[in-house]
Nanobody, 123 residues
């Protein structure tokens, strides 16, 4: 079974930066799509960014121009660099992987999740 572990969450002031990392182990293919989601209490989990094997990234409108997703296939890792953070970015952030990015964004049954890491942005 594939396993994912996030790190790098924390607290930062408005305008600051954080970098989140995700390591995947177990049954996993470098051809799988990797991505990041976020969730506030009482709200649905929403897609933030994704990156497939070919490196063509996708972002939600709310983070375009501020967040950058990347991956290191040799280390089975994904990274989310978050700049110009806003209070509305405060959420639990989850790493995820799926056979395709379309499956990832629709949170299909084939999507696997990490345990989450908290990001808090103060005003």
């Amino acid at each position: 079974e594939v396993q994912l572990e996030e790190s790098g969450g924390g607290s930062v002031q408005t305008g600051g930066s954080l970098s989140l990392s995700c390591v995947v182990s177990g049954y996993f293919s470098i051809y799988y799509c990797m991505g990041w989601f976020r969730q506030l209490p009482g709200k649905a989990r929403e897609g933030v960014a994704s990156i497939p094997a070919d490196g063509v990234t996708q972002y939600s409108d709310s983070v375009k121009g501020r967040f950058t997703i990347s991956r290191d296939n040799a280390k089975n890792m994904a990274l989310l660099q978050m700049n110009s953070l806003k209070p509305e970015d405060t959420a639990m952030y989850y790493c995820a992987t799926a056979p395709s990015c379309s499956e990832l964004w629709r949170r299909s049954s084939s999507t696997k999740w990490g345990q989450g890491t908290q990001v808090t942005v103060s005003s």
